[in-house]
């Protein structure tokens, strides 16, 4: 079955940077587009970052442009988001998203707490 297990949040001073992982299993990874998304307390969940099966294309929320990257490494079916600069208003848990079968999976999601 599908798996993706995110790892790599934690808790960062405005300014600082993180990297998030997501491991991703049962499935073959590298045909699909990956997806970042978040959602902070009291928000809608946001699509942060996706990027195509190769990694030739990526997209990225106005309000993480310029900040966050979005990579994968198809050897290791793994998707990674850096994140820096990071801003008190990108506290939120950071979940790794594929639509894969007509159906959505989720990770079980990484809290990012930016804060000083």
């Known amino acids: 079955q599908v798996q993706l297990v995110e790892s790599g949040g934690g808790l960062v001073q405005p300014g600082g940077s993180l990297r998030l992982s997501c491991a991703a299993s049962?499935?073959?990874?590298?045909?699909?587009?990956m997806n970042w998304y978040r959602q902070a307390p009291g928000k809608e969940c946001e699509l942060v970052a996706a990027?195509?099966?190769?990694?030739?294309?990526?997209n990225y929320a106005d309000s993480v442009k310029g900040r966050f990257t979005i990579f994968r490494d198809n050897a290791k079916n793994t998707v990674y988001l850096q994140m820096n600069s990071l801003k008190p208003e990108d506290t939120a848990v950071y979940y790794c998203?594929?639509?894969?079968?007509?159906?959505?999976?989720w990770g079980q999601g990484t809290q990012v707490t930016v804060s000083s």
């Open positions: 049962g499935f073959t990874f590298s045909r699909y587009v």
């Open positions: 990027i195509s099966s190769t990694g030739g294309s990526k």
């Open positions: 998203n594929i639509y894969w079968s007509a159906t959505n999976y």
